[in-house]
Each structure stands twice: as C-alpha cells, then as structure tokens.
Nanobody, 120 residues
Framework: HVQLVESGGGSVQPGGSLTLSCTIS????????VGWFRQAPGQGREGIAG???????RYIDAVKGRFTVSKDNAKNTLYLQMNSLKPEDTAMYYC???????????????WGQGTQVTVS
C-alpha cells in the first residue's frame, strides 16, 4: 500500500527558506512520478513541480529558480527545497505519487496529508 507522509512546513519570513520532505512507503511502480502541489485559501490546488524517477523535473514559472526537487533513494524520500520565499507562496503543500508520468496534472492516485507553509 502506497503512503506518502509530508513534513517540514512552518512559518518563515519573506526571503527565507524551508525544505519539505515527502516519504513514500512503497513506490507505485519501478518507474514513477511525484508531484508537488499547493493550495492557498480559497484557491484551487496548483501543481508546482513534477518529478519522474528517471530524474526529470518540471517546475512552473512561479517557482523556477527558487524551488528544487531532490531525492534520497536510501530513504525513499523526496525533498522540495524552497528558497527566496514570498508571501504568495503561503499555502498547504502536498506531494502525490503515481505510476504514470502525470507531471503537474492533479489526477495522481496517492496523496500525502499536506503540510502548511506560511510566509509573512
């Protein structure tokens, strides 16, 4: 059974940094995709980064150059390093996994519980 657990959220001042973690209990398949999403109050869930297990990562323009996805294979954990944070980055952040390469689409099968990031 695939389970995702996120951690690392918190409050930070503008310009600060946070690193979110997404630990996957069991990968959906040998090749799989992980997406990072965020949802601000009153807004829809937005895909911000899509990682494929073969190493390709896609970012939306709003976070490109500030956010970086990395992976620790030994820990089966993905990280979202967030630098130069802005108030508009405030949201609940989620990771999601699927055996298909879904990129930034919201149709992932497996989702974590979310972790709050507040920039103010």
């Amino acid at each position: 059974h695939v389970q995702l657990v996120e951690s690392g959220g918190g409050s930070v001042q503008p310009g600060g940094s946070l690193t979110l973690s997404c630990t996957i209990s069991t990968t959906p398949s040998p090749g799989y995709c992980v997406g990072w999403f965020r949802q601000a109050p009153g807004q829809g869930r937005e895909g911000i980064a899509g990682f494929h297990s073969q190493g390709r990562t896609r970012y939306i323009d709003a976070v490109k150059g500030r956010f970086t996805v990395s992976k620790d294979n030994a820990k089966n954990t993905l990280y979202l390093q967030m630098n130069s944070l802005k108030p508009e980055d405030t949201a609940m952040y989620y990771c999601a996994a699927d055996k298909y390469n879904l990129g930034l689409a919201r149709s992932y099968t497996y989702w974590g519980q979310g972790t709050q990031v507040t920039v103010s």
